[in-house]
């Protein structure tokens, strides 16, 4: 039997698509369905590493887990990787293919969708159902010609639509009903119906929106789904869900104070989120101008996708020497893939990879220099620490080589190493991600700091929310007339 497929697009970004579609995965797998989740074009810094060594949107990654698949460089063709406020790296199909400015990635959209198609057909022939997520908003009409993010997808491969509105945000009806006003006629007819998301409160005193809605449209309402407050324990897929992302780093009273810094490029920085979840354990993200508290038991450097300039910002906060007055009271410091690269003596880009070639000095807080260049680093690795032989599992991905004469902190086997650690034992960086959301490897981190692990098993933990938030959707969104509104879509189109 083909596979059938529905697309879910939202009124903007950030109104809980990625989240829907993660949920609607498991309920459908639930059912014994062959479930793909599907991402034609997303733009994100937080990307996961696949088997064969390509690189997808972490969303996705989540979503393939909540279908119980392993997960594919099909589930999201194009990645853009932001490297600046008008630029990105180009990924498509698990493969960095070069950079572009947002203006010239506008001309070449229209010679992404076949390999967007391509990997949608491959995908559909291997399931039941395929669940498509859009992008940013459905309503960008700006963005419409040759779009295969949203409705030119949708349109082009004959998938059905269903809009997403998020009522916490306000303006929910304007949001949904001002979408039919402005997208073109073909486009709405692509719309089969729309939910609206993050309601808190009585149902009942939405009724008339929902039945405004329904009317001013003609599309059927199909759930008004509540805030689902476990949403905290998942991986975010960008900035916009930072956890006090532009707050002071005011943080509870007792709790072992866990700061990391949020600058403009930061990747990856899903890295921290099963700290975030260890009782007594308090982690703050702060943006430039929020100064490093002095009770920080632990800075973390996340990763970046602009190194240079992220450093540039770093020093610009006066982080620089926050951080030294951090280590003069006796705090820690760990360095992940960029932040790791910051902490060593220089950086080089040479081949101007992240901008103009050049050299900067680094924070000098770590033996090791960086020249950024060479193929990107895309490969899932295990090991131990070096010191302790603490095992791990976790993902490789950067640019560039560090070498170092410090001790290293962490034994990838066959004589091979990976990051440094200081003369004092309170400095350290490494290229490995997930690290932390390895229980063993968390434990081992916390007690370098003095706290003590909450016993978190943070993988059984993700498995249970995943669950929980299926169950959400189940009691709140007609999940069987879902089903029957998607559609085999034409795949002869996708050849």
């Given at each position: 039997?083909?596979?059938?497929?529905l697309?879910?697009?939202?009124?903007?970004?950030?109104?809980?698509?990625?989240?829907?579609?993660a949920?609607?995965a498991?309920v459908?797998?639930?059912?014994?369905?062959?479930?793909?989740?599907?991402?034609?074009?997303?733009?994100?810094?937080?990307?996961?590493?696949?088997?064969?060594?390509?690189?997808?949107?972490?969303?996705?990654?989540?979503?393939?887990?909540?279908?119980?698949?392993?997960?594919?460089?099909?589930?999201?063709?194009?990645?853009?990787?932001?490297?600046s406020?008008?630029?990105?790296?180009v990924?498509?199909?698990?493969?960095?293919?070069?950079?572009?400015?947002?203006?010239?990635?506008?001309?070449?959209?229209?010679?992404?969708?076949?390999?967007?198609?391509?990997?949608?057909?491959?995908?559909?022939?291997?399931?039941?159902?395929?669940?498509?997520?859009?992008?940013?908003?459905?309503?960008?009409?700006?963005?419409?010609?040759?779009?295969?993010?949203?409705?030119?997808?949708?349109?082009?491969?004959?998938?059905p639509?269903?809009?997403v509105?998020?009522?916490?945000r306000?303006?929910v009806?304007?949001?949904?009903?001002?979408?039919?006003?402005?997208?073109?006629?073909?486009?709405?007819?692509?719309?089969?119906?729309?939910?609206?998301?993050?309601?808190?409160?009585?149902?009942?005193?939405?009724?008339?929106?929902?039945?405004?809605?329904?009317?001013q449209?003609?599309?059927?309402?199909?759930?008004?789904?509540?805030?689902?407050?476990d949403?905290?324990?998942?991986?975010?897929?960008?900035?916009?869900?930072?956890?006090?992302?532009s707050?002071?780093?005011?943080?509870?009273?007792?709790?072992?104070?866990?700061?990391?810094?949020?600058?403009?490029?930061?990747?990856?920085?899903?890295?921290v989120?099963?700290?975030?979840?260890?009782a007594?354990?308090?982690?703050?993200?702060i943006?430039?101008g929020?100064?490093?508290?002095?009770?920080?038991?632990?800075?973390?450097?996340?990763?970046s996708?602009?190194?240079?300039?992220?450093?540039?910002?770093?020093?610009?906060?006066?982080?620089?020497?926050?951080?030294?007055?951090?280590l003069?009271?006796?705090?820690?410091?760990l360095?992940?893939?960029?932040?790791?690269?910051?902490?060593?003596?220089?950086?080089?880009?040479?081949?101007?990879?992240?901008?103009p070639?050049?050299?900067?000095?680094?924070?000098?807080?770590?033996?090791?220099?960086?020249?950024?260049?060479?193929?990107?680093?895309?490969?899932?690795?295990t090991?131990?620490?070096?010191?302790e032989?603490?095992?791990?599992?976790?993902?490789?991905?950067?640019?560039?080589?560090?070498?170092?004469?410090?001790?290293?902190?962490?034994?990838?086997?066959?004589?091979?190493t990976?990051?440094?650690?200081?003369?004092?034992?309170?400095?350290?960086?490494?290229?490995?991600?997930?690290?932390?959301?390895?229980?063993?490897?968390?434990?081992?981190?916390?007690?370098w700091?003095?706290?003590?692990?909450?016993?978190?098993?943070?993988?059984?933990?993700?498995?249970?929310?995943?669950d929980?938030?299926?169950?959400?959707?189940?009691?709140h969104?007609?999940?069987?007339?879902?089903?029957?509104?998607?559609?085999?879509?034409?795949?002869?189109?996708?050849?």
């Amino acid at each position: 039997m083909p596979a059938r497929a529905l697309m879910i697009q939202g009124t903007g970004s950030d109104v809980g698509k990625s989240l829907m579609v993660a949920g609607l995965a498991r309920v459908f797998a639930r059912q014994g369905l062959r479930v793909r989740p599907f991402k034609p074009q997303n733009m994100s810094n937080n990307a996961a590493v696949t088997a064969d060594g390509g690189e997808i949107g972490r969303a996705q990654a989540l979503q393939a887990r909540a279908a119980r698949v392993a997960i594919s460089v099909h589930m999201n063709p194009v990645l853009l990787k932001p490297q600046s406020d008008t630029g990105a790296q180009v990924v498509v199909q698990g493969r960095v293919v070069g950079n572009t400015e947002a203006r010239d990635y506008q001309s070449i959209k229209a010679g992404l969708l076949r390999a967007v198609l391509d990997s949608f057909s491959r995908l559909a022939a291997d399931a039941d159902l395929v669940l498509v997520e859009g992008a940013g908003s459905a309503s960008e009409v700006n963005l419409r010609t040759d779009d295969i993010a949203n409705m030119g997808f949708a349109r082009a491969a004959g998938v059905p639509v269903v809009l997403v509105g998020d009522i916490d945000r306000g303006g929910v009806i304007a949001s949904l009903v001002g979408t039919k006003a402005v997208i073109d006629p073909d486009d709405a007819a692509m719309i089969v119906g729309f939910l609206v998301n993050r309601f808190r409160g009585d149902p009942s005193l939405f009724a008339d929106g929902m039945t405004r809605i329904a009317d001013q449209t003609g599309w059927p309402a199909l759930g008004l789904v509540p805030h689902f407050a476990d949403a905290v324990r998942l991986p975010a897929e960008d900035a916009l869900s930072l956890p006090g992302g532009s707050a002071s780093a005011r943080v509870s009273d007792g709790a072992v104070k866990i700061v990391v810094l949020a600058y403009p490029h930061l990747a990856n920085f899903d890295d921290v989120d099963p700290l975030r979840q260890e009782a007594g354990v308090d982690v703050a993200f702060i943006r430039p101008g929020v100064p490093i508290p002095g009770d920080a038991a632990l800075v973390i450097l996340p990763g970046s996708k602009a190194t240079i300039a992220d450093l540039a910002t770093l020093r610009e906060a006066g982080w620089d020497i926050d951080l030294q007055a951090h280590l003069r009271r006796g705090g820690r410091v760990l360095g992940i893939c960029g932040g790791y690269q910051m902490l060593g003596r220089r950086i080089a880009d040479p081949h101007g990879i992240e901008g103009p070639p050049g050299s900067v000095a680094g924070l000098c807080l770590l033996e090791a220099e960086t020249v950024l260049g060479g193929d990107k680093v895309l490969v899932e690795v295990t090991g131990r620490t070096a010191a302790e032989g603490v095992p791990f599992s976790g993902y490789e991905m950067h640019v560039g080589r560090t070498t170092t004469t410090a001790r290293p902190l962490l034994d990838l086997g066959q004589g091979r190493t990976d990051g440094a650690l200081d003369p004092s034992g309170r400095i350290a960086g490494c290229y490995i991600h997930g690290l932390l959301a390895d229980d063993r490897q968390r434990r081992h981190w916390l007690h370098w700091i003095g706290a003590e692990s909450s016993g978190l098993d943070y993988e059984a933990g993700i498995e249970a929310t995943l669950d929980r938030l299926a169950d959400h959707l189940e009691q709140h969104v007609d999940c069987a007339r879902l089903l029957d509104l998607a559609r085999v879509p034409r795949l002869e189109t996708a050849r």
